[in-house]
């Protein structure tokens, strides 16, 4: 369930803008940040707080990239497959490395609940490419040694 | 080393801050045009124009232009749009240009929303760059307490407030028009003009949507002049300086600040650190990934609109990748219509199901399956992209039929050797 | 007017249109899927390209997209185009089944059609098909989303026009879905639209599924009479039963569209129960004979009791052949009737809707689609004329404004602004907007009602609808009154009034005496009538003091009942007779704005071969009759019940219909947008001939049942496969009076009853007039204990409340 002060902050948010529709990406990848996937309930709830349908928001749910409507780990890694990445030495033995230090491939979470894996395009960062995304945080100059060391850190972290 | 304008005292790690940037002459060009009685909002307008500023974000239109179909009594509110979008492939200088300097972005935007009347001005930027958003919304807290946003700005009757949008995720989201659904809570389709934003944009209200470096380039026009502007480039028609995001087999990747219209091969080899150890250069997407391949014999081209244009290429964002003789260019269009096929918007037929069918044909001839009839296919299918609804289909069309002129040989030998032969070892 | 030329020939077409609908008007077909007339053009399919070779516009371009221009010259057939087109099929079969063989969309397949026709006849793309998982949408519509050829037709059709949102768009790129968020019956009372909308076989009809193909039905253009808007149809028949309705466009009365209720109300014509035999005494009868007998016995009563101790009952169900039959039949025998309205609330308010109507103020369906503000007046168009308020919607999209004064708690799909009044206090709120005279209303609607007559002043396209179900005539009277009152003041304004049944209009403009069942229950009853003729008539249900009803019948000497439906009344019958439905005898309905239209037969007639065959294969008996083809409509069966001869076809009796009845002149020249018929000046009402009643004192409840979209209207009550789209018993009360029994939202109601106990659930809302109780018929709720169009009154102390557990 969402928490009541975020409801009623959102509900002065809403009283704010001109057309509850404007606010609907924000509302659900902040719903999401609660649920830590975009789940029925999740779309459900934000359908409420709009005074959208459910079919209405699973439309926008849809559309985009970074709602999960599927459940995914604490952390998401957002692996960037685009062609500077893509084109970058190593490449497919870095992905290869990745998917066995999780014991998991492309689209699939760690039975631990930590780590899923998606692929994503290009991130922004060809500069330093391959270019990784873990939640919010871009981490580019990817190399196995050092994936290892940030799946390290995030598994203290948990 | 070229003048620096809008990468200049740019600090590793960290932003501009407010006192920075007044103090090179920050807001200043702000200040000027609100507080001098005799200029009005519509010399910005004309200033532009002059001074020959082309959008950034890949289409080249002049900006003065798009301002001057906002009609003088068009309905309030009006909206300004920095386009922070960024999610063509191989492009960042956005990002950089906003970790430089985000008050650079915020003067020119309340300096292009005072030019069409605008008083709500939004950043529609991705989710990747969360560090930026944080900076911009900071940045804009201090800037709002400095008085140059909100309300009775400099005592005039000009009110602008900034507000920043972060996307859920897509590549089409940063077509001009599909960003406006997107910022109404629709579904990010594109919308056919006529009517223009500029006429009915967000909410059927007048909008100017501009590419983040476009609008960073409004306060030194306006500060330095039209010629001056103009002088920066070292091309015929070319205005300006031009951020190229270089990427690929170079041995520094990275943003770099130089004249339009400055040659392909100075970039890489005065800049981007020449051509990594072992390559050779052989081709290079000069404005990301929904431009063409510039093939060898444009090594030396010079990178600016109209160059390019003539010869039959589009510079686009100047996202230059650069790509060498061991990277297969059939594998490499097959990555790129990856991206393009799975972030269709997929409203209309060409794009939806064609981007697809090509990506399926380039796997085959990449998997030694490939047919001589796939290339007439291929290329017919590439001109009917450009009866689709937005530019999205026609732009990932370009890279595959540069393919098809360029490096034919290369696909020709693919179908021929029943395989790629970077893989089965044809070539060095 | 912009003049162009298209494939070499020259039109002129009106300014603003695009080229593809100037392609329409000039004959020339371009293919479309996107693009729908009424949906407007949105480029998406791309399948529309033309060649401009000449003018302004140079080049490929899509014609749904580009204005047609004075100077262009478009081909249709330039090689180029051709060839694109033939791509973009080439695209959409990449992933289209190749089901056609069990697709019930195969042979009138748009994509099939276009398929052919664009000259993609070999495929070449080696990839895999993409596949989906369909959804359950209900019992009325199959889905099939592996055929979906993406065009968007039905997710704009259903969002943007209808206004319900429960069906849509997801996903993006090549993965897109059409469907709902979840499997479960689709919302909106209008959703069978997008079974003719989809060009493929994406959404199908259900109930029909696996019946057979286009060309093997019977078509014919027909009328819906579910309600009193006449929307156009199309009609299939086979093997002796009607298989599906569609929408058929009209662009004087439903545009394309149709409701779910006229769609699927078809099914009581091939119901197994229906009567199709005579029965005299519980004797079945060939029918012939069983007319035979009943006008010999009517002919016994009128010897031994005098002619007037017979009586007639007719409907508005009822084509005008029959109620005009049954008109004359009466005059020249001397018998009661015909009898055409139930009680004597209704009789009033439609014989003065009728009266007002004249030619200047109706305005059509179509027509208020472009109104520019709607006030309505004590009528619900969802529940009691659908298509209504998909119009009104339309008008809403192009920014008309929308009022209503209605004690209920309207919820129609689009925004508006209700003025909660009681029943009895709506004429002082009408009458409050029209010459602001505000003193007699409640000093909290004074602003509201100001504002809403300031805005219809400011408009010039104002439209009232003025229901006539829960209003009265004062009120029915003044709407007219209203829109006079804005024509002088220079408005275009426009009348249009809801009516009860198909036919309600017809009956009042034939019905000169107006006399209702109340009346003639009250002569059955004091002996006066002896023998009663009952002819396709729902008093059974309609009635509203079942009790009353069933001693006045039990008082009779002879029932003769004569109806295509199964009737309770049916089975209490001295004699029996099968009359034919509109799909075999045909009729003319007039519709609610006085549109006469002519619904042809769409098969002979006859018990349907499902029935005869019994499930064997083949399900033919070879026989050289139509089995129960003996059945006459009942405009024939009027005349021959007095022992005498109609006219010999239908076309002899139009004529004599024109020349017997003044008002009908007209109606032998029919168009296929029907004639309108009017009252003359002599026979419409003055002002002193209505009147509103203030029947309600404080501390009373005025129970009001009202119409409901499904489970309500008797024909299409009949059909299964919307058994369960009925309202469950309601009760809906003001959230002010809630707290006087202290209850909320869910309850149980129990009502004490003259005739005993009535159990609802309790439903709260703020817009439902304080005083007033409102139920919605539903056949799980017995009703027929209280009027149904006059009102009920109760005490506060028989309404107890059980708080919900
Ligand atoms: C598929 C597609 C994606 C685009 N993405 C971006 C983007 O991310 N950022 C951007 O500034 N312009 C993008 N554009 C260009 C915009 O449509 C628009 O031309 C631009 O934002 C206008 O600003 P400018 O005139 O300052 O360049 C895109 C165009 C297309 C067709
Ligand atoms: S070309 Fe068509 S499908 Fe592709 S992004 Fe544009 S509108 Fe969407
Ligand atoms: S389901 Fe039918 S109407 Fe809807 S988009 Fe697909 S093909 Fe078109
Ligand atoms: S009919 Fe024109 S694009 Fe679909």
Same mark, same amino acid.
């Given at each position: 369930?969402?928490?009541?002060?975020?409801?009623?902050?959102?509900?002065?948010?809403?009283?704010?803008?001109?057309?509850?529709?404007?606010?609907v990406v924000?509302?659900m990848?902040?719903?999401?940040?609660?649920?830590?996937?975009f789940?029925d309930?999740?779309l459900?709830?934000?359908?409420?707080?709009?005074?959208m349908s459910s079919l209405e928001i699973e439309e926008l749910a849809t559309f985009y990239n970074t709602i999960y409507r599927q459940?995914?780990?604490?952390?998401?890694?957002?692996?960037?497959?685009?062609?500077?990445?893509?084109?970058?030495?190593?490449?497919?033995?870095?992905?290869?490395?990745?998917?066995?230090?999780?014991?998991?491939?492309?689209g699939?979470?760690?039975?631990?609940?930590?780590?899923?894996?998606l692929p994503?395009c290009?991130?922004?960062?060809?500069?330093?490419?391959?270019?990784?995304?873990?939640?919010?945080?871009?981490?580019?100059?990817?190399?196995?040694?050092?994936?290892?060391?940030?799946?390290?850190?995030?598994?203290?972290?948990? | 080393?070229? &003048?620096?304008?809008?990468?200049?005292?740019?600090?590793?790690?960290?932003?501009?801050?407010?006192?920075?940037?007044?103090?090179?002459?920050?807001?200043?060009?702000?200040?000027?045009?609100?507080?001098?009685?005799?200029?009005?909002?519509?010399?910005?307008?004309?200033?532009?124009?002059?001074?020959?500023?082309?959008?950034?974000?890949?289409?080249?239109?002049?900006?003065?232009?798009?301002?001057?179909?906002?009609?003088?009594?068009?309905?309030?509110?009006?909206?300004?749009?920095?386009?922070?979008?960024?999610m063509?492939?191989?492009?960042?200088?956005?990002?950089?240009?906003?970790?430089?300097?985000?008050?650079?972005?915020?003067?020119?935007?309340?300096?292009?929303?005072?030019?069409?009347?605008?008083?709500?001005?939004?950043?529609?930027?991705?989710?990747?760059?969360?560090?930026?958003?944080?900076?911009?919304?900071?940045?804009?807290?201090?800037?709002?307490?400095?008085?140059?946003?909100?309300?009775?700005?400099?005592?005039?009757?000009?009110?602008?407030?900034?507000?920043?949008?972060?996307s859920a995720g897509r590549y089409i989201c940063g077509e001009?028009t599909a960003l406006?659904n997107a910022?109404e809570g629709k579904r990010a389709n594109p919308r056919k003009?006529?009517?223009?934003?500029?006429?009915?944009?967000?909410?059927?209200?007048?909008?100017?949507?501009?590419?983040?470096?476009?609008?960073?380039?409004?306060?030194?026009?306006?500060?330095?002049?039209?010629?001056?502007?103009?002088?920066?480039?070292?091309?015929?028609?070319?205005?300006?300086?031009?951020?190229?995001?270089?990427?690929?087999?170079?041995?520094?990747?990275?943003?770099?600040?130089?004249?339009?219209?400055?040659?392909?091969?100075?970039?890489?080899?005065?800049?981007?650190?020449?051509?990594?150890?072992?390559?050779?250069?052989?081709?290079?997407?000069?404005?990301?990934?929904?431009?063409?391949?510039?093939?060898?014999?444009?090594?030396?081209?010079?990178?600016?609109?109209? *160059?390019?244009?003539?010869?039959?290429?589009?510079?686009?964002?100047?996202?230059?990748?650069?790509?060498?003789?061991?990277?297969?260019?059939?594998?490499?269009?097959?990555?790129?219509m990856v991206f393009f096929a799975r972030e269709s918007c997929g409203w209309c037929t060409p794009c939806r199901e064609g981007l697809p069918y090509i990506l399926d044909?380039?796997?085959?001839?990449?998997?030694?399956?490939?047919?001589?009839?796939?290339?007439?296919?291929?290329?017919?299918m590439?001109?009917h992209m450009?009866y689709s609804y937005c530019a999205f289909a026609?732009g990932a069309?370009?890279?595959?039929?540069?393919?098809?002129?360029?490096?034919?040989?290369?696909?020709?030998?693919?179908?021929?050797?029943?395989?790629?032969?970077?893989?089965?070892?044809?070539?060095? | 007017?912009?003049?162009?030329?298209?494939?070499?020939?020259?039109?002129?077409? &009106?300014?603003?249109?695009?080229?593809?609908?100037?392609?329409?008007?000039?004959?020339?077909?371009?293919?479309r899927f996107c693009y729908y007339?009424?949906l407007g053009a949105v480029g998406a399919c791309r399948i529309c390209?033309?060649?401009?070779? *000449?003018?302004?516009?140079?080049?490929?371009?899509m014609?749904c997209?580009?204005?047609?221009?004075?100077?262009?010259?478009?081909?249709?057939?330039?090689?180029?185009?051709?060839?694109?087109?033939?791509h973009v099929i080439e695209w959409l079969m990449m992933n289209h089944p190749h089901d056609?063989?069990?697709c019930?969309e195969?042979?009138?397949c748009l994509l099939?059609?276009l398929t052919?026709?664009?000259?993609?006849?070999?495929?070449?793309y080696?990839g895999k098909k993409r596949t989906y998982v369909d959804q359950y949408l209900?019992?009325?519509i199959q889905h099939e989303e592996n055929r979906c050829i993406q065009c968007y037709r039905c997710s704009r059709y259903y969002q943007e026009f209808a206004?319900y949102k429960d069906l849509g768009v997801m996903g993006i790129a090549q993965r897109i879905y059409f469907g709902r968020y979840a499997a479960g019956?689709l919302?909106?009372?209008?959703s069978?639209?997008i079974i003719?909308l989809c060009p493929t076989g994406v959404y199908t009809?259900?109930?029909?599924?696996?019946?057979?193909?286009?060309? *093997?039905?019977?078509?014919?253009?027909?009328?819906?009479?579910?309600?009193?808007?006449?929307?156009?149809?199309?009609?299939?028949?086979?093997?002796?039963?009607?298989?599906?309705?569609?929408?058929?466009?009209?662009?004087?009365?439903?545009?394309?569209?149709?409701?779910?209720?006229?769609?699927?109300?078809?099914?009581?014509?091939?119901?197994?129960?229906?009567?199709?035999?005579?029965?005299?005494?519980?004797?079945?009868?060939?029918?012939?004979?069983?007319?035979?007998?009943?006008?010999?016995?009517?002919?016994?009563?009128?010897?031994?009791?005098?002619?007037?101790?017979?009586?007639?009952?007719?409907?508005?169900?009822?084509?005008?052949?029959?109620?005009?039959?049954?008109?004359?039949?009466?005059?020249?025998?001397?018998?009661?009737?015909?009898?055409?309205?139930?009680?004597?609330?209704?009789?009033?308010?439609?014989?003065?809707?009728?009266?007002?109507?004249?030619?200047?103020?109706?305005?059509?369906?179509?027509?208020?689609?472009?109104?520019?503000?709607?006030?309505?007046?004590?009528?619900?168009?969802?529940?009691?004329? &659908?298509?209504?308020?998909?119009?009104?919607?339309?008008?809403?999209?192009?920014?008309?404004?929308?009022?209503?004064?209605?004690?209920?708690?309207?919820?129609?799909?689009?925004?508006?602004?209700?003025?909660?009044?009681?029943?009895?206090?709506?004429?002082?709120?009408?009458?409050?907007?029209?010459?602001?005279?505000?003193?007699?209303?409640? *000093?909290?609607?004074?602003?509201?009602?100001?504002?809403?007559?300031?805005?219809?002043?400011?408009?010039?396209?104002?439209?009232?609808?003025?229901?006539?179900?829960?209003?009265?005539?004062?009120?029915?009277?003044?709407?007219?009154?209203?829109?006079?009152?804005?024509?002088?003041?220079?408005?275009?304004?426009?009348?249009?009034?809801?009516?009860?049944?198909?036919?309600?209009?017809?009956?009042?403009?034939?019905?000169?005496?107006?006399?209702?069942?109340?009346?003639?229950?009250?002569?059955?009853?004091?002996?006066?009538?002896?023998?009663?003729?009952?002819?396709?008539?729902?008093?059974?249900?309609?009635?509203?003091?079942?009790?009353?009803?069933?001693?006045?019948?039990?008082?009779?000497?002879?029932?003769?009942?004569?109806?295509?439906?199964?009737?309770?009344?049916?089975?209490?019958?001295?004699?029996?007779?099968?009359?034919?439905?509109?799909?075999?005898?045909?009729?003319?309905?007039?519709?609610?704005?006085?549109?006469?239209?002519?619904?042809?037969?769409?098969?002979?007639?006859?018990?349907?071969?499902?029935?005869?065959?019994?499930?064997?294969?083949?399900?033919?008996?070879?026989?050289?009759?139509?089995?129960?083809?003996?059945?006459?409509?009942?405009?024939?069966?009027?005349?021959?019940?007095?022992?005498?001869?109609?006219?010999?076809?239908?076309?002899?009796?139009?004529?004599?219909?024109?020349?017997?009845?003044?008002?009908?002149?007209?109606?032998?020249?029919?168009?296929?947008?029907?004639?309108?018929?009017?009252? &003359?000046?002599?026979?419409?009402?003055?002002?002193?001939?209505?009147?509103?009643?203030?029947?309600?004192?404080?501390?009373?409840?005025?129970?009001?049942?009202?119409?409901?979209?499904?489970?309500?209207?008797?024909?299409?009550?009949?059909?299964?496969?919307?058994?369960?789209?009925?309202?469950?018993?309601?009760?809906?009360?003001?959230?002010?009076?809630?707290?006087?029994?202290?209850?909320?939202?869910?309850?149980?109601?129990?009502?004490?009853?003259?005739?005993?106990?009535?159990?609802?659930?309790?439903?709260?809302?703020?817009?439902?007039?304080?005083?007033?109780?409102?139920?919605?018929?539903?056949?799980?709720?017995?009703?027929?204990?209280?009027?149904?169009?006059?009102?009920?009154?109760?005490?506060?102390?028989?309404?107890?409340?059980?708080?919900?557990?």
């Open positions: 369930m969402l928490p009541e002060t975020y409801k009623s902050e959102l509900k002065d948010r809403l009283q704010k803008v001109g057309n509850p529709r404007e606010m924000d509302v990848l902040e719903v999401q940040e609660f649920y830590g996937w789940s309930e999740a459900e709830q934000a359908a409420v707080l709009l005074g459940p995914v780990g604490k952390f998401v890694i957002h692996v960037c497959d685009s062609v500077i990445c893509w084109m970058e030495n190593g490449y497919g033995e870095l992905i290869d490395h990745i998917g066995k230090k999780l014991g998991i491939g492309m699939e979470t760690t039975p631990d609940g930590l780590f899923s894996l994503a290009c991130i922004g960062y060809c500069d330093h490419a391959p270019a990784i995304m873990i939640n919010k945080t871009v981490y580019g100059d990817i190399a196995p040694a050092k994936m290892d060391e940030i799946i390290e850190t995030l598994r203290q972290e948990k | 080393m070229y &003048p620096q304008v809008l990468l200049k005292n740019r600090k590793k790690d960290r932003i501009l801050s407010l006192e920075e940037y007044r103090e090179m002459g920050g807001y200043k060009a702000l200040h000027d045009a609100l507080t001098d009685e005799s200029f009005h909002p519509r010399q910005i307008q004309e200033l532009l124009l002059d001074a020959g500023l082309l959008g950034r974000g890949g289409a080249a239109f002049p900006t003065g232009i798009k301002m001057k179909t906002v009609p003088d009594d068009a309905p309030h509110p009006r909206y300004l749009v920095c386009n922070a979008d960024e063509e492939p191989g492009t960042f200088k956005d990002r950089v240009l906003i970790l430089t300097s985000p008050h650079q972005l915020i003067e020119g935007m309340i300096l292009a929303a005072y030019a069409i009347d605008a008083e709500i001005a939004i950043i529609f930027i991705r989710r990747e760059y969360e560090t930026a958003a944080r900076a911009l919304e900071q940045e804009i807290g201090r800037a709002r307490e400095a008085g140059y946003i909100g309300k009775n700005l400099f005592d005039s009757e000009f009110d602008c407030d900034i507000i920043v949008h972060r001009g406006l910022l003009p006529p009517p223009y934003p500029t006429v009915k944009g967000l909410w059927q209200l007048p909008t100017e949507v501009q590419n983040v470096e476009t609008l960073c380039c409004i306060p030194h026009v306006l500060k330095n002049g039209v010629d001056w502007f103009k002088t920066l480039a070292v091309s015929k028609t070319g205005a300006g300086t031009k951020v190229f995001s270089v990427s690929g087999k170079v041995n520094r990747p990275g943003c770099y600040e130089l004249p339009m219209g400055v040659k392909l091969s100075e970039i890489i080899e005065d800049y981007a650190g020449g051509m990594l150890p072992g390559s050779r250069f052989k081709a290079c997407m000069p404005g990301g990934a929904s431009t063409q391949f510039l093939p060898e014999s444009m090594y030396h081209a010079r990178m600016d609109f109209d *160059d390019l244009k003539n010869a039959g290429f589009r510079l686009g964002t100047g996202a230059v990748m650069v790509f060498d003789h061991k990277t297969c260019l059939v594998e490499a269009t097959a990555n790129l044909l380039l796997n085959r001839i990449e998997a030694g399956e490939g047919e001589v009839e796939f290339i007439p296919m291929i290329r017919q590439c001109s450009n026609p069309a370009a890279p595959v039929e540069s393919l098809l002129t360029y490096f034919e040989g290369e696909v020709m030998a693919h179908i021929e050797n029943r395989g790629c032969p970077f893989k089965i070892g044809k070539v060095n | 007017m912009p003049k162009l030329i298209i494939d070499n020939r020259e039109i002129e077409v &009106p300014e603003g249109i695009k080229v593809i609908e100037a392609a329409d008007r000039a004959g020339i077909y371009i293919p007339a009424e390209a033309v060649k401009f070779v *000449d003018g302004p516009v140079k080049g490929i371009e014609s997209m580009i204005n047609a221009q004075d100077g262009m010259v478009v081909s249709t057939t330039d090689p180029e185009a051709r060839d694109f087109r033939r056609c063989p069990v019930d195969g042979g009138h099939q059609d052919e026709s664009c000259d993609h006849g070999i495929r070449r080696k209900g019992p009325l206004g019956v919302e909106s009372p209008f069978g639209n003719d009809d259900k109930p029909s599924r696996y019946t057979g193909r286009r060309w *093997d039905y019977e078509r014919v253009p027909g009328i819906c009479i579910n309600c009193s808007l006449g929307c156009h149809i199309t009609v299939s028949a086979r093997y002796r039963e009607i298989v599906y309705l569609e929408g058929r466009y009209s662009g004087k009365v439903n545009g394309s569209f149709i409701c779910d209720r006229g769609r699927y109300g078809f099914f009581y014509a091939n119901l197994e129960e229906r009567p199709r035999q005579g029965r005299v005494r519980g004797e079945d009868v060939p029918s012939g004979r069983a007319i035979t007998m009943a006008a010999q016995r009517v002919k016994e009563v009128s010897e031994s009791h005098g002619a007037a101790a017979i009586a007639v009952i007719g409907s508005g169900r009822s084509s005008l052949e029959t109620i005009a039959a049954l008109t004359h039949v009466c005059k020249v025998q001397g018998w009661r009737g015909p009898v055409l309205f139930d009680s004597r609330v209704s009789s009033e308010s439609v014989r003065t809707a009728v009266s007002c109507i004249a030619q200047e103020l109706a305005v059509s369906m179509k027509e208020i689609e472009s109104a520019d503000f709607i006030l309505t007046v004590g009528a619900d168009p969802i529940n009691e004329a &659908p298509m209504l308020a998909m119009a009104m919607r339309q008008a809403w999209r192009k920014g008309a404004g929308v009022a209503a004064i209605d004690c209920r708690s309207l919820d129609w799909p689009f925004q508006f602004e209700q003025v909660t009044a009681a029943p009895d206090d709506m004429a002082d709120f009408l009458a409050a907007l029209e010459n602001s005279e505000t003193t007699v209303i409640s *000093d909290r609607f004074v602003a509201q009602i100001k504002s809403i007559a300031a805005k219809i002043r400011a408009c010039h396209r104002p439209v009232v609808v003025c229901g006539t179900e829960i209003t009265d005539s004062k009120i029915i009277y003044g709407a007219a009154g209203f829109v006079k009152a804005m024509r002088q003041a220079g408005q275009e304004a426009g009348l249009f009034y809801t009516l009860p049944a198909a036919n309600s209009y017809g009956a009042a403009l034939l019905d000169e005496i107006g006399e209702t069942a109340e009346d003639l229950i009250e002569r059955i009853e004091s002996g006066e009538i002896k023998a009663l003729v009952i002819v396709e008539s729902d008093l059974w249900d309609t009635f509203s003091d079942r009790q009353r009803l069933i001693q006045a019948l039990e008082q009779l000497e002879l029932l003769v009942v004569a109806d295509f439906m199964a009737t309770e009344i049916l089975h209490r019958a001295d004699i029996i007779i099968p009359t034919l439905s509109i799909f075999e005898a045909g009729g003319i309905y007039v519709n609610q704005e006085g549109r006469a239209q002519w619904s042809p037969p769409a098969y002979a007639g006859g018990t349907p071969i499902k029935i005869t065959g019994q499930g064997g294969h083949p399900p033919r008996i070879i026989r050289p009759d139509i089995p129960a083809g003996d059945i006459s409509p009942a405009w024939r069966m009027a005349w021959w019940l007095a022992d005498r001869q109609p006219p010999a076809s239908h076309d002899l009796l139009l004529d004599w219909m024109g020349k017997t009845f003044p008002v009908l002149e007209k109606a032998a020249n029919f168009t296929s947008e029907g004639i309108r018929l009017y009252l &003359p000046e002599a026979r419409r009402k003055t002002a002193r001939e209505t009147g509103g009643r203030k029947i309600q004192s404080l501390g009373e409840y005025l129970l009001l049942p009202v119409a409901a979209v499904f489970g309500d209207e008797p024909m299409a009550q009949r059909s299964p496969c919307l058994e369960g789209y009925a309202k469950h018993p309601e009760m809906w009360m003001a959230a002010s009076d809630a707290r006087l029994f202290d209850a909320s939202d869910g309850d149980a109601a129990r009502l004490q009853l003259p005739y005993g106990p009535l159990e609802l659930t309790l439903r709260l809302s703020e817009r439902i007039a304080p005083g007033t109780l409102i139920v919605y018929r539903c056949p799980d709720l017995f009703w027929q204990q209280f009027a149904r169009s006059s009102r009920f009154i109760v005490p506060k102390d028989r309404i107890r409340i059980e708080k919900k557990a």
